[in-house]
């Protein structure tokens, strides 16, 4: 009974011993722990970006500045008639497109340039658009207004610009001349944009050789007619001189 009592209390001696050296131990880990949180916090604070009001200021700064801008460019912004007279007497090339927001109809002679109630003479002057997904020049010269695409280039009276749409008469042209070339086959010497059955058409004019009365070698000029309104442009006539049925395939 003794030696029971003995050894309970040296586990008692023991463990109160082992209290009293782990006390100190949590202590400071508890210390570290917070030193550590602590140290945490301040980084997340230093590496945090702006706060949400400082970000809704600078989106306001932002779009004031974008109001300024607006209202600068408000200012300067010439008025349709002189924005006009800008685009066809300072600059030698234009996009069709230029012309949506000054003029709803631009009317297109040689030398000459209508835009609603606006007429300029003596005009020079290059308009870039598109036929049949290709892109072509419009050209007004001094005596002459063309189409112009690649090293075709076809005569025309008059055009109107409308929309970036290019009509002759009532009716838009679709088909680039470089299209109705191909489908003719031939090459022309000389193609001409007219109205057949009240639509515009591209008149290709080519030659071929021939015999007169079987005996003699001409040149025979043809004329190759292709509707120009559709923009698949399709054969529609063949033109020949009066004479033509008097002349044979010429043969080597």
């Known amino acids: 009974m003794a030696m029971k ?11 109160f011993v082992l209290a009293l ?3 100190p131990i949590t202590a400071e880990c508890g210390t570290c722990a ?4 602590a140290a945490q916090t301040a980084n997340a604070q230093q590496v945090e970006g702006p706060s949400l009001e400082e970000l809704r200021n600078a989106v306001t700064g932002l779009q004031a500045q974008q109001m300024n801008m607006d209202a600068l460019l408000e200012g300067i912004r010439l008025p349709p008639e002189e924005a006009l007279q800008e685009v066809v007497r300072n600059r030698g090339e234009v996009q069709a497109g230029m012309f949506r927001n000054l003029a709803q109809n631009v009317q297109l002679r040689a030398g000459e340039l209508k835009a609603d109630n606006q007429t300029f003479e003596n005009v020079r002057l290059r308009i870039s658009t598109r036929l049949s997904s290709r892109d072509v020049n419009i050209e007004i010269g001094a005596d002459d207004l ?8 076809v005569r025309a009276r008059e055009l109107v610009l409308n929309e970036s ?8 042209i679709m088909a680039a001349p470089g299209r109705a070339v191909e489908v003719a086959g031939v090459t022309p010497d000389e193609i001409e944009l007219t109205l057949e059955d009240g639509k515009p058409a591209y008149a290709l004019r080519y030659r071929v050789q021939r015999k007169l009365f079987g005996l003699f070698d001409v040149a025979v000029t043809k004329t ?8 698949s442009p399709a054969l529609t006539r063949e033109r020949t001189p009066f004479w033509y049925f008097l002349t044979t395939e010429a043969t080597e």
Do not use: M, P
Not at 146 to 153: E, G
Not at 165 to 172: D, I, P
């Open 5 to 15: 009592t003995k050894i309970i209390l040296q586990l008692c001696t023991a463990f």
């Open 21 to 23: 050296v782990a006390s």
């Open 34 to 37: 917070a030193k550590a949180a």
């Open 146 to 153: 063309s189409i112009v695409d690649a090293q075709w280039r």
């Open 165 to 172: 749409r290019l009509f002759y008469g009532n009716h838009e």
């Open 224 to 231: 190759a007619v292709l509707d120009a309104s559709q923009t």
